[in-house]
């Protein structure tokens, strides 16, 4: 299994530009994540889904959308980047259990992301 | 709201403990632990469960209050491959987390 693999590794945007970051896992993961995190502040949530065709918002939606149109696919869509938005992005996914097991969250190898 | 994680960082000596601390001001159903070295992703520690359930790895320690809210990560005989920033997330039932600041490990040699 590869896991939870993200593209692209690194990238520069100018303000006012879109781009989306890519999610994949491969272990029938129902639950998917995307945080950002800045340095000194931990990670942030910014959008998760339980589920295809389920996603719902984090702390720090703000510019940001999500889509969930497979199981294994978890893209985040940047609309008109702003400097703000400087960070680095991480996707992550667990299996949740409907007796309310907790289960470890699975994280990519992250997306560093400059905007200027 | 975001969990408080004490000491923002520790410098320890190869051999030496450590205590990490979370507390949160939320009822907790979980806490999870997790290692972060520079440049790379968080990578599993431990889970402790509303309950007393934990879930980990063998060489790691950590307890949970769930009337104080707090949870505690004991790395004891420490090793350089210790090092990294240690954040704990806290949860509750829905599997959202909040994560702490994190803690800045270091071991010298």
């Known amino acids: 299994n590869a896991g939870v693999t993200q593209t692209p590794k690194f990238r520069i945007l100018k303000i006012g530009q879109s781009m989306t970051l890519q999610c994949t896992q491969d272990m029938n993961h129902n639950y998917m994540y995307w945080y950002r995190q800045d340095p000194g502040m931990g990670l942030k949530l910014i959008y998760y889904?339980?589920?295809?065709?389920?996603?719902d918002k984090g702390e720090v939606p703000n510019g940001y959308n999500v889509s969930r149109s497979t199981t294994e696919d978890f893209p985040l869509r940047l609309e008109l980047a702003a400097p703000s938005q400087t960070s680095v992005y991480f996707c992550?996914?667990?299996?949740?259990?409907?007796?309310?097991?907790?289960?470890?969250?699975?994280f990519g190898p992250g997306t560093r992301l400059l905007v200027l | 709201q975001q969990p408080v994680q004490s000491p923002q960082a520790v410098i320890l000596r190869e051999g030496e403990d450590a205590v990490i601390n979370c507390s949160s001001s939320?009822?907790?159903?979980?806490v999870h632990w997790y290692r972060q070295k520079h440049g790379e992703a968080p990578v599993f520690l431990m889970i402790?469960?509303?309950?007393?359930e934990q879930k980990g790895h063998e060489k790691i320690s950590a307890s949970f209050n769930e009337k104080k809210q707090q949870s505690s990560l004991y790395l004891t005989a420490s090793q350089l491959s210790y090092s990294g920033t240690y954040f704990c997330g806290t949860g509750g039932s829905n599997y959202k987390l909040t994560f702490g600041k994190g803690t800045l490990l270091t071991v010298n040699p």
């Open positions: 992550a996914s667990t299996y949740a259990r409907d007796s309310g097991g907790q289960e470890t969250q699975y």
């Open positions: 402790l469960l509303k309950g007393g």
């Open positions: 939320k009822a907790l159903y979980s």
């Open positions: 889904s339980v589920g295809a065709g389920i996603t």
